[in-house]
């Protein structure tokens, strides 16, 4: 029925079937619909930025709607208090928790077959990684600073790998000499 090849397109062809005058929260809701149908739960795009799209393409929006619609979204979430605040990275101690934390949602996550909740968790996991490895690659960081990162990051990547090992690592990976005299050295 639809014949568009990428979200942001179908998104536009499900507002041009629509044939409205302006778009609301009803409109929202049935693009939201029909991507879903399509791509699934997790590929639904925030009603703001569904209506940001539209706007671009010409639609006159309904903003009262589409923002209360916005928050009523924002408020539905389960997950949105259990990844709050959780990725600290900040040094080595911050990490450590937070990667913690994680586990103990994946845990949970994997206990209860909640595959969103995984996959949630692996995003902000990622994020984590990739945020490290960007400051460890900025050259007008100090090297020190860059150097921690980077070790942040590879503690990452192994939670990642395999999470059920990285207990163990962590606690041999603090206590090798390489570590020591990286990290140690530089903190005093």
């Known amino acids: ?18 044939d409205c005058e302006s778009v609301g929260a009803a409109e929202i809701e049935a693009i939201e619909l029909v991507v879903s149908e399509k791509y699934g739960f997790s590929a639904v795009e925030s009603p703001m930025i569904i209506a940001r799209l539209l706007a671009d393409e ?13 928050v009523v979204r924002r ?18 101690r911050q990490t450590l928790a937070s990667i913690r934390q994680l586990e103990n949602l994946r845990r949970k996550f994997v206990a209860d077959d909640d ?5 949630l968790m692996r995003e902000i996991a990622l994020k984590g990684k990739n945020r490290a490895l960007m400051i460890a690659r900025n050259e007008r960081v100090a090297p020190a600073k860059r150097a921690e990162k980077q070790e942040i990051a590879e503690w990452f990547t192994i939670w990642l790998q395999n999470p059920e090992v990285f207990e163990n690592w962590i606690t041999l990976r603090q206590k090798s000499p390489d570590f020591r005299e990286r990290f140690e050295r530089a903190e005093n």
């Open 1 to 18: 029925m639809w014949n568009s090849r990428t979200k942001t397109d179908l998104i536009i062809e499900v507002w041009e079937k629509l």
């Open 115 to 119: 595959r969103e909740g995984l996959r």
């Open 58 to 70: 010409g639609a006159e929006l309904r903003h009262a709607e589409i923002m209360e619609l916005d």
């Open 75 to 92: 408020l539905e979430s389960p997950y949105d208090a259990m990844f709050r605040n959780i990725l600290k990275f900040s040094d080595f």
